[in-house]
């Protein structure tokens, strides 16, 4: 019996470990080959096979993190429906802003308006301003006085032309007396009527 045992001890350290089932169970090979010295060891993952499928997209699950729940469906409808409906009210409510500040304006308008003849009609209270306007409109006069009208009917070349201002400033104007002394002389030569005589009497006509 104890060399049946020992047998099966020795059969058993030569197969290696066994399984479950009594397979002998697979050893991890390492894949790695031996470093040289002073060669850099990589940080980063071994296979990258493995790294490349960690890295990829999990797009089914993307687009279940966005859908939509049926709350927000709702939401949104309602939303949309206050949009459709408010729209043309607050286009309303806009116009009927317009025209309230057009009819305000009209009445401060018409307002003035009222305070002007209400300010004349004042006016036409006072005696001295009813005469004057009777005088300048009607032309009419108190007994006794005299009225005379001008008419204004010189044409538009023969109505004097209004004066420069006066100025405190001294011009000095050029003139050449010489011509103007000419001028005179032969204006006087050229008279066929002698001017009279200051202080002298006219003689008598023969």
Not at 125 to 144: K, M, N
Not at 199 to 204: E, L
Request: hydrophobic share 40%.
């Amino acid at each position: 019996m104890q060399s049946a045992s020992a047998h099966r001890r020795g059969a058993g350290r030569r197969g290696g470990v066994r399984g479950p089932l009594g397979l002998p169970a697979l050893h991890r090979v390492s894949d790695t080959k031996p470093r040289r010295e002073g060669e850099a060891v990589p940080t980063g993952p071994a296979s990258p096979s493995r790294t490349s499928g960690r890295d990829r997209v999990d797009v089914r699950g993307w687009l279940g993190g966005i859908r939509l729940s049926g709350f927000m469906v709702i939401m949104l409808g309602l939303v949309v429906l206050a949009a459709f409906v408010l729209a043309p009210t607050v286009g309303t409510y806009l116009d009927q802003r317009q025209q309230i500040a057009a009819l305000q304006e009209a009445v401060a308008l018409s307002e003035k308006e009222v305070a002007d003849l209400e300010a004349q009609r004042e006016r036409w209270t006072d005696p001295a301003y009813i005469t004057t306007q009777a005088r300048e409109r009607l032309y009419y006069v108190r007994p006794g006085e005299v009225v005379y009208l001008v008419d204004n009917d010189l044409p538009a070349a023969a109505v004097p032309q209004e004066e420069d201002k006066v100025t405190d400033d001294v011009a000095v104007t050029r003139t050449d007396w010489m011509s103007q002394l000419v001028r005179s002389v032969a204006t006087a030569g050229l008279a066929r009527t002698a001017a009279p005589t200051i202080g002298v009497p006219a003689p008598p006509a023969p």
